[in-house]
């Protein structure tokens, strides 16, 4: 009888060391993604951390996980408020506890009630909590000083990446010269690469200015949606505001001139605002895709399709594990609204508890409820902070010869460009590895530092950086930049 | 605006642009999904308690939503340790309160050590928290009478659901006829057939034997494999122990023998076993697949690929709203555990609360623990009354004529056969509906019970049922079987 092989396996004998993997039968889509954020450099530093906890010796004495956009694993203290209604929300018991402010209460009381059962226990409807969404609602429509947002429009996520996948997966379709092409923006936060690679679609860059503090040109999305209408079928363009892991913030002008195109080009939108809260720099606002979109008049506004995301994992919330997000669609077509909740459905829910997050993260304290202050103080602290270690990080990189740091004007990243001199460039090939990723090794077995090389994200040919967070606290930041700095210098030293 | 379906060319007659995103232009796999827990009938569910709420007169005064095994939807009671460890977890400021036992501190402290920032806000490694894979490895250990469980070989998933998707995403591959192809039980858990129809991946069905109490019989396995064989390459064979929709607990022979026939098949055995607390028939008792394969000892227990899933939504916890769950995995090649590792990384992690009560759920109080006690107490009568309900609604059933009840051996639903009259059938063929949908419709219209059509499952041609939950509270189960059993009758008689 035929033994069909199912996945690769080697029966009971061990394969020997150094074959190179041969997997036929899996699935080749899901061989092709990768996740730079969490990819080899990450596992790399895992090994070590485990050597260091077993004793042996290295030139440190902790790795410093500058990989990866944790806020609150890095030190960042959750916001009392939202912590309290969830706990409250956990275990009803504590709404008799005199310790817990009334305003809490009532925000607990009010989500509960809204839950099946009472409980977040329950599954809840599959585009999210009814109540929750209709505050996601007044949130959008506050920041967008009165830019109507319809409820009915806002689904609740497990995190954004859920959200961004989902909408992906229903664009994706057509076969060979017809296959959606999906327009992204180099460098791009790799969620995006991994999903297309996924979906089997097709990936078409476009490249942010490095040179113009990481613009985006329409010109160069002009270039780069034509030259992909030779093979495939562009439909989606994908925009990162605050940029990921470039920091930039878009200008109000740049957002225009992005929709026209879309609209011009029939694109679908996806705009990815997750760092929204997170802008540092004095000259730059957040300019919400929806808020622009619906000010540039009908034409634009009951034309354009626009999906915008947002999270409870970054701003001054830090609450990464508890995987909350929502989207906003505009103008989809009902039918496909049906088709998109019917997706949704197949996993039930996302996480209750990461809706509720969520629902505090737009209904905060306001000004007179008992929580304010402190509430207020908490969120500042958190954005002072990040506004000051963005622009001490931007100093100290600029300080190191060859190494560039573009101003950080928002996220939680540095996205430096570094010059890696030709005999390096030639070890790394030897190697088989990127010459930015030989780089973060070196960096990261010689000082503990892990951070994530720029081929991760993409970048133009020939050229390096690393994404580094700005998330540890301020004093061991310091630390941090100036051992780059003493590596970088270094490692120039050695390879000249 | 919305704009129906069709109506572009409308669209651009009225000066509106036609949609990037349509029915037509949308993923083509999307559009063949289909979920029935949460289908159409649940869609009117809705709609009815829309309208119950603006006063519109029913001959009912509630919907009953019997159609999703949500317990604590349906008045079941979280399990107070559990909340309490996950409210300390919440606001580590509990930690000092008189109002916490002793045992649940001492776990939230433990967890909070093995999280980022020692908070649930910071993202955990893709796997899930060591500490919490650990724990549920020793569970493993433990139920399955000392048989060891690797932590490194156990993934921790938003719910059982998204784990089960990851590993059927690995298995799909092929084009034509060596497209992949997943033998799945018929009634089935409708995430399977949504899952495979998103993958563009070959649906086998195997008939579960109605006759025999919903067995699983190795003959029919083979002959849907062989037929299979022609039009694709079957790479799964899926099981669902105790089942869903269908409530049997399969014996331990018929366990072995589907590992036999896996292992000669060439198949990677995926086994669903959400419902392992969830056993009531005398003489039934759950059998792990993990267990058995380990105890059939060579050449099994070290070749055949097996994974096994569980979750925090069933059970005697009932916690569906905190997406909680695990897949171990056997004798899994190491390149695509990888891979899956990959997969599973772009995502970041599982919710970190989910994660937190799986490890409540897996280690819970010990004897010699203060909680004990009422942790014991609640369980067992969240348990027995479930038993009670079990057998009440096969009781009541079965004396309704027209009406055949299998035992609820386990699970958490009933999936009775109805017999309905040929009109009625050619009644619900003329208005376009599955004749079990159109008595399901016509239940819910005039009683306000919300149950799922077999058709939803999948059944044998010509066969009718429906799934109903035993969740309701005792007293209004008695008056829901009673209900439904009259409405049958009447139905009846009206297409007779």
């Not at chain 1, 609450?319 to 929502?326: D, M, T």
Request: proline content about 7%; charged content about 20%.
């Amino acid at each position: 009888m035929q033994r069909a092989a199912v996945l690769v396996r080697r029966g009971c004998c061990p394969r020997a060391a150094g074959t190179p993997a041969v997997l036929p039968s899996m699935n080749p889509q899901v061989r092709a993604v990768e996740y730079a954020v969490r990819g080899p450099i990450v596992l790399k530093a895992g090994e070590i951390e485990l050597e260091l906890q077993r004793g042996i010796k290295k030139p440190f004495t902790e790795v410093i996980r500058a990989n990866i956009g944790d806020a609150q694993a890095m030190g960042q203290q959750p916001i009392t408020f939202l912590r309290q209604v969830m706990a409250l929300c956990t275990y009803p018991n504590l709404l008799d506890s005199p310790s817990f402010p009334e305003d809490a209460k009532k925000r607990a009381r009010r989500i509960l009630q809204a839950c099946g059962g009472n409980s977040l226990g329950s599954y809840s409807a599959s585009q999210g909590v009814n109540c929750i969404r209709e505050d996601v609602a007044a949130y959008i429509t506050r920041r967008d000083g009165g830019v109507p947002a319809d409820p009915d429009n806002i689904y609740l996520t497990t995190g954004a990446s859920d959200g961004i996948s989902t909408i992906l997966k229903i664009l994706v379709s057509g076969g060979g010269k017809s296959r959606t092409g999906v327009m992204i923006p180099i460098p791009q936060y790799p969620l995006y690469s991994a999903v297309i690679s996924e979906l089997d679609a097709i990936q078409v860059n476009y490249y942010l200015d490095e040179e113009n503090c990481w613009a985006l040109n329409v010109n160069e999305l002009r270039r780069a949606i034509q030259e992909a209408k030779d093979h495939c079928d562009p439909k989606v363009l994908c925009i990162i505001n605050p940029g990921n892991p470039t920091g930039q913030v878009q200008s109000r002008k740049c957002i225009e001139d992005v929709i026209h195109f879309a609209w011009e080009e029939k694109l679908f939108l996806l705009a990815d605002e997750v760092y929204q809260d997170n802008v540092y720099s004095p000259d730059c606002r957040f300019h919400s895709f929806k808020k622009v979109l619906y000010e540039m008049g009908p034409e634009y506004s009951s034309n354009v399709e626009l999906a915008s995301f947002h999270s409870t994992s970054k701003g001054y919330m830090g609450e990464c594990g508890y995987r909350g997000g929502y989207m906003e669609v505009i103008n989809l077509h009902p039918e496909i609204k049906g088709q998109l909740v019917k997706l949704l459905s197949v996993r039930l829910c996302p996480p209750v508890s990461g809706q509720a997050a969520m629902d505090i993260v737009v209904n905060p304290p306001a000004p007179g409820e008992e929580s304010f202050e402190q509430f207020h103080r908490e969120k500042e602290s958190v954005l002072g902070n990040l506004a000051t270690k963005a622009k001490l990080t931007e100093d100290l990189f600029n300080e190191v010869p060859g190494i560039h740091c573009n101003p950080l004007q928002g996220a939680m990243y540095a996205f430096p460009r570094i010059f890696i001199p030709t005999k390096a460039v030639e070890a790394a090939q030897a190697h088989k590895m990127a010459p930015d990723m030989f780089y973060c090794m070196k960096l990261l077995e010689e000082t503990g530092i892990c951070v994530v090389p720029g081929s991760g994200f993409g970048q133009r040919e020939g050229t390096y950086h690393f994404r580094m967070t700005i998330l540890p606290p301020v004093e061991k930041l310091k630390t941090v930049l100036q051992k780059v700095k003493d590596f970088h210098i270094k490692f120039l030293e050695k390879y000249a | 605006m919305a704009q129906r379906a069709g109506d572009n060319s409308q669209a651009s007659s009225n000066g509106l642009k036609e949609k990037v995103l349509t029915l037509d232009t949308m993923n083509q796999c999307v559009r063949e999904v289909e979920y029935a827990v949460r289908g159409p009938i649940v869609l009117r569910a809705l709609e009815l308690e829309q309208e119950l709420r603006q006063g519109v007169k029913k001959p009912f005064t509630e919907v009953i939503r019997a159609n999703i095994g949500d317990a604590q939807a349906m008045g079941q009671k979280p399990i107070t340790f559990l909340r309490q460890v996950l409210a300390l977890c919440v606001y580590p400021d509990l930690l000092s309160s008189p109002d916490f036992p002793e045992d649940a501190k001492r776990r939230a402290q433990r967890i909070l050590q093995a999280c980022g920032g020692h908070s649930l806000g910071a993202y955990s490694i893709s796997s899930g928290i060591q500490l919490i894979r650990e724990d549920v490895a020793h569970y493993i250990e433990r139920r399955d009478g000392g048989i060891p469980a690797d932590p490194n070989n156990i993934f921790l998933s938003t719910g059982a659901s998204n784990a089960i998707v990851t590993v059927l995403k690995l298995l799909v591959a092929g084009e034509g006829r060596t497209r992949t192809g997943v033998l799945i039980p018929i009634p089935q858990y409708p995430l399977y057939s949504a899952t495979l129809a998103e993958l563009n991946a070959v649906q086998v069905d195997y008939y579960l034997d109605e006759e025999r109490a919903w067995a699983l019989d190795v003959a029919e396995l083979q002959r849907a494999l062989h037929q299979a064989r022609d039009h694709c390459r079957p790479r799964a064979l899926c099981v669902i122990n105790p089942g869903n929709p269908t409530g049997q607990v399969q014996t331990r022979e018929c366990i072995e023998a589907v590992i036999r026939f896996a292992f000669e098949e060439g198949l990677f055995l995926m086994a669903d076993e959400v419902y392992q607390d969830n056993v009531y028939a005398e003489g039934s008792h759950f059998h792990s697949f993990k267990k058995v394969l380990m105890e059939m000892g060579s050449p099994y227990a070290e070749q055949q690929e097996l994974a096994s899933f569980h979750s925090v939504s069933k059970g005697y916890m009932g916690e569906c709203g905190f997406r909680g769950g695990y897949v171990e995995v056997v004798n899994m090649d190491a390149e695509v555990q990888r891979q899956m590792l990959k997969l599973m990384s772009v995502r970041l992690c599982p919710p970190v609360p989910g994660q937190a009560l799986l490890d409540m759920v897996v280690s819970p109080p010990a004897p010699s623990d203060p909680s004990f006690a009422q942790f014991q107490a609640e369980r067992q009568e969240v348990l027995a009354e479930l038993a009670a309900k079990a057998k009440l609604t096969e009781q009541v059933f079965n004396e309704a004529p027209g009406i055949y009840c299998n035992p609820v051996q386990g699970a958490m639903y009933s999936f009775p056969r109805v017999q309905l009259p040929p009109r009625a059938v050619r009644r619900a063929q003329e208005l376009g509906l599955a004749p079990d949908m159109f008595f399901c419709m016509r239940l819910l219209e005039e009683t306000g019970i919300c149950v799922v059509p077999g058709s939803g499952f999948g059944q044998r041609e010509g066969t009718y049922h429906f799934r109903m939950t035993i969740l309701p509270p005792m007293e209004k189960l008695r008056v829901l079987l009673e209900k439904l059993s009259r409405f049958h009758a009447k139905f009846t008689l009206e297409y007779s």
